[in-house]
């Protein structure tokens, strides 16, 4: 009898340090007063990645050996002494504030929405960004957020999270309920900006599918996301399908279903919001859920975004890119 219960203990101790040792969680460090990552777009073949911080860098991870290098800027007149370590609360526009990114693979551009100064791009050799568009249809981006590129097109989707309230106003349009964010493309053969979709409550991410047929958009105030289709019998119509407390950025897979950065209530306190990461298909149905309360308390995370079977973890709230493997 006592064999037999060791024997079971033995193999309950092996069944979950395997469960533990399944999943693991580590950190690439941001430079020294280095805050902010809001968003990731990562190089295929290197997989080295981009992201944007609070006093208006966009970095390039270039790997454990070399690790972040100055890429590139938005703002015109930014001062490195001025600008270089300071606090997300110092955003302004003589520094910037690049939010959302997407590469485009074949031409290796680095689309960019800066919050203070539009949509633009990056080529290969990085430095000051080229803006391409600040307004559509006459109302200028008060907030540009995130970037999605069609890969075989070329072709840009990205949002203005508000056409009222700038980033440095982001409580207010919260407590206001603003709705007047907007879906925009940027077509990469006649290099124009069209509005597809307005009336959106903080368009905080955004990804199209690999055919073009529609966009995920999610709704940071709103507390849902929208799949916005581009053709078929409903072109520019949207079906509400997914709803999760603050929802950010939206980065699809390789495989065709989509990791979305969100909220999860907590069960104990019925209020707190604690960060997490969710699988969606298309159809916005729940695939996989990751808790990041472990590693983040109760900040949010911005986006999480799969790269060679990990997944990458960015947050405006802390200084480091997390990287959750299971």
């Known amino acids: 009898m006592r064999t037999k219960t060791i024997a079971t203990l033995i193999l309950l101790f092996y069944f979950l340090s395997t469960v533990v040792s399944a999943i693991s969680f580590s950190k690439i460090q941001l ?11 990562f190089e295929f073949g290197t997989g080295h990645f981009f992201t ?23 703002a015109p007149n930014r001062s490195k002494s001025m600008c270089d370590g300071t606090h997300p609360a110092s955003t302004s ?36 960004v080229n803006i391409l568009s600040t307004a559509a249809d006459g109302k200028p981006y008060r907030l540009c957020d995130d970037v999605s590129v069609h890969q075989p097109t070329g072709n840009v989707y990205f949002t203005d999270a508000s056409a009222v309230y700038n980033i440095r106003q982001f409580k207010t349009s919260i407590s206001v309920k603003d709705s007047t964010g907007r879906l925009l493309k940027y077509n ?27 966009v995920l958009v999610s709704e940071f105030i709103a507390n849902r996301t929208r799949k916005i289709w581009l053709n078929g019998p409903k072109p520019y119509k949207s079906d509400i399908v997914n709803t999760r407390p603050r929802p950010g950025n939206i980065r699809k897979t390789r495989s065709g279903d989509f990791w979305i950065a969100a909220g999860m209530i907590d069960r104990q306190t019925q209020s707190k919001l604690l960060p997490t990461g969710e699988k969606i298909n298309a159809n916005g149905n729940v695939i996989e859920t990751v808790n990041l309360e472990k590693w983040y308390g109760s900040k949010l995370a911005s986006e999480v975004h799969m790269f060679d079977y990990k997944l990458y973890i960015a947050s405006p709230l802390v200084d480091f890119i997390g990287v959750y493997e299971h």
């Open 93 to 128: 526009l003589v520094c910037g504030r690049p939010v959302g990114m997407a590469l485009h693979h074949q031409t290796n551009r680095l689309y960019v929405c800066d919050a203070f100064f539009g949509f633009g791009v990056l080529g290969p050799e990085g430095g000051l």
């Open 188 to 214: 990469a053969e006649t290099k124009q900006v069209t509005v597809l979709f307005s009336n959106l409550s903080c368009p905080g991410g955004v990804a199209v599918d690999d055919r073009e047929k529609f």
């Open 31 to 41: 430079p020294r007063n280095a805050s902010g990552p809001e968003s990731l777009a």
């Open 52 to 74: 944007g911080i609070a006093d208006g860098r966009i970095l390039k991870y270039r790997g454990p050996t070399t690790g972040f290098v100055d890429f590139g800027f938005a």
